[in-house]
């Protein structure tokens, strides 16, 4: 799920958004326009249902922005790098660097999000009494009204304890607090959201095809997100656990193959690919490195640009790469890789390039733990 075109930045925090946030302002403008809004203030004239449906649900996209933010701020004060938010269908997603270091602090980072959408909800609904208190009727009213409440479900939606949901970031750090354990509290939060997940997909395929009402697809839909995200995290939290005891260097790729920052993007993909079958290569000016290009990066360049683009021109800047040590845990590493440097890490020792670590290398070195140690290490 990646973004579609930039909002530009609050608080130094890049905002972004899906195309598919497109899709829920519409869906939920027409519901609002074509049925909310005549219902609760009848008599209106239909262009007044039409705008009101759609402010109302760019307030919405607002209040989802408001809720994420409100995770991102808390956990930069907790010691988070903050990459990125982004909008999407199902919501929002914020990309964090790092880990939490405590179950109180995951308390923090997990619960202000739905905090933020009960204040929200509260606020629109008191502006909505007040109105209505001083006789103010009309579409204003519904709107207010209904983002009141559209932010008290999204509060209480949250905190059912199953990830990758609030509410199953809060049973991790509970898990966490009484086990001791990290990896089990993030397993059982895995499971916790993995069975919330079937029963939603369950429960809409029953009603969907028993009693024919699609308003449950949308249900469906949420429910196997859930399971997906759910056992993603679930893979991750023990690939994390499997690693934490093997030091980088000992899954790195030593002394990778560089290119110059001068070359050409056709002498790169006509010279060097054909001799090393890298993927991904660090580019260096002047003797230091300065950023990493990948055979993708260089590929998407125009053939009739490519002989007079440099890679310094496409590589994804240093500052933009991920970095690691070499006596590090392999696993600190994984919460830095992203999607510039697509998945990889550059090694340093004593600032200089000392190696790289790609997909490829945590596989093997996976393969390797799972043959000695079990799945479960």
Sequence with gaps: MGQSFSLGRIAGIRIG???????IVALLAYGLAAGEFPAAAPRHPEAEYIVAGVLTAIA??????AHEL?????????????????LWLLGGVSRLQGE????????RVAGVGPLVSLILGGAFWLVAWLLH???VRGVLVAALAWLGGINIILAVFNVIPAAPLDGGRLLRAVLWRITGDKLKAAVWSARSGQVFGWILVVLAAYLVLARRDYNWIWFALIGWFLISAATSEGQQAVLQSQLRTVPVRQIMTPDPVTVPAT?????FLDDYLPRHRHSAFPVVADGQTIGLVTVHRASQVPAAERDRTTLGDVACPLSEVAR???DEPAADVLPRLHACSDNRALVFADGHLAGIVSPADLSHALEQLSRTRGPFG
């Design 17 to 23: 958004v899906n195309w598919s946030v497109l899709l």
């Design 60 to 65: 919405y996209i607002g209040s989802l922005l």
């Design 70 to 86: 409100a995770h991102s701020l808390v956990a930069r004060r907790n010691g988070l790098e903050v990459e990125d938010i982004t």
């Design 100 to 107: 939490v270091r405590s179950p109180g602090a995951e308390v």
């Design 133 to 135: 208190a001083a006789g």
């Design 263 to 267: 070359s050409t993007v056709a002498e």
């Design 324 to 326: 690691a040590a070499p």
